[in-house]
């Protein structure tokens, strides 16, 4: 029975690329998350997402289904980590938005006496 790399030759290239792939998502959303640009990260997380669901819609080879789900978790992992640091940065820009309205109500406060 022939590979499933020689009926489709595109899968075999596109899973030698795979890992290098997800690293240069990685990478953007980084730099997103670094530059809080907000904006951009909605469309490279949809594109992502996009790209994974093709690996995964394809049947991947006996030989490479383990190296494809370590990456796939390692994935994972990363995306908890993003997470985590949204979560704080949310956190810290909630806590300079309370800081930041206690001093306007200060302010306002004072112009009133």
Do not use: H
């Not at 990685?26 to 530059?35: F, G, H, V």
């Not at 289904?65 to 992992?77: C, I, M, Y």
């Amino acid at each position: 029975m022939p590979s499933v790399e020689s009926v489709n030759p595109e899968l075999g290239l596109e899973l030698d690329n795979y890992e290098a792939v997800l690293l240069g998502f990685k990478r953007r959303i980084e730099q997103c998350l670094a530059d809080a640009e907000w904006d951009e990260l909605p469309a490279i997380l949809a594109s992502r997402q996009s790209y994974l669901e093709r690996i995964a819609g394809q049947q991947i080879p006996a030989e490479r289904r383990e190296w494809v789900k370590q990456v796939a978790l390692s994935t994972l992992a990363d995306d908890a980590g993003f997470l985590s640091k949204v979560e704080a940065d949310k956190s810290a820009m909630a806590k300079q938005q309370q800081s930041l309205e206690r001093g306007i109500r200060a302010t306002q406060a004072y112009k009133k006496t």
